[in-house]
Nanobody
Framework: QEQLVESGGGLVQPGGSLTLSCTGS????????GAWYRQAPGKQREFVAR???????GYADSVKGRFSISREGTRNTVYLQMNSLKPEDTAIYYC???????????????WGRGTQVTVSA
């Protein structure tokens, strides 16, 4: 069973940093392209950052200059480095990816279950 598993969330003080990981497991061979979204309580899910198959990146204006999405040379993990965190960054962070399964099947728009990030003093 293929899965995307997020990790690295937690409680951090304002101004602090966290690194989130999104790893394909089970039948996932590689992540072709990945993105991070977040959903704060009472709000709709919103785009945070994307990493294209060619390495191109894009960010929401609210996180530009503070967050960085990368692959760090791995084939099935995408990272989100979050610096200068603010209370308004508090949300559940979800990984979304287009993955290639071990069978060779391309599986677009695959979601993880999310990891909680809380920014509070």
């Amino acid at each position: 069973q293929e899965q995307l598993v997020e990790s690295g969330g937690g409680l951090v003080q304002p101004g602090g940093s966290l690194t989130l990981s999104c790893t394909g497991s089970g039948n996932v061979d590689s992540i072709v392209a990945g993105a991070w979204y977040r959903q704060a309580p009472g709000k709709q899910r919103e785009f945070v950052a994307r990493l294209g198959s060619g390495g191109n990146t894009g960010y929401a204006d609210s996180v530009k200059g503070r967050f960085s999405i990368s692959r760090e040379g791995t084939r099935n993990t995408v990272y989100l480095q979050m610096n200068s965190l603010k209370p308004e960054d508090t949300a559940i962070y979800y990984c979304n990816a287009d993955v290639l399964l071990e069978s060779g099947v391309y599986h677009p728009d695959f979601w993880g279950r999310g990891t909680q990030v809380t920014v509070s003093a």
